[in-house]
């Protein structure tokens, strides 16, 4: 079985900043892509960021500049570093990992998301 915990969502001013962090744990071979993804109130869940075990790293167009993906191999974690926030960023912010399990090959996880609200 393998967890994705998720932290750090909460409510900020327009402006603001927020630091989301993702730790994967359980029982797995390897982490290829982690990443996190948003779905806001009505809408459908979209890509925000990702980033491959190699470093590599992905945004999405609205995010670019201002948000910034880390990852740590070791302690199989993400952070996401989100600045200049604004209203439309409200959301509900879920993790995502595709993890290599054994005598299973690569499956999805999704953590249980983490509410990011700004204000105006």
């Known amino acids: 079985q393998v967890h994705l915990v998720e932290s750090g969502g909460g409510s900020v001013q327009a402006g603001g900043s927020l630091r989301l962090s993702c730790a994967a744990s359980?029982?797995?071979?390897?982490?290829?892509?982690m990443g996190w993804y948003r779905q806001a109130a009505g809408k459908t869940r979209e890509l925000v960021a990702d980033?491959?075990?190699?470093?590599?790293?992905n945004y999405a167009d609205f995010v670019k500049g201002r948000f910034t993906i880390s990852r740590d191999n070791a302690k199989n974690t993400i952070v996401l570093q989100m600045n200049s926030l604004t209203p439309e960023d409200t959301a509900v912010y879920f993790c995502k990992a595709d993890v290599i399990v054994a005598f299973r090959g690569t499956q999805n996880y999704w953590g249980q998301g983490t509410q990011v609200t700004v204000s105006s």
């Open positions: 359980g029982s797995f071979v390897s982490i290829n892509v």
């Open positions: 980033i491959t075990r190699g470093g590599s790293t």
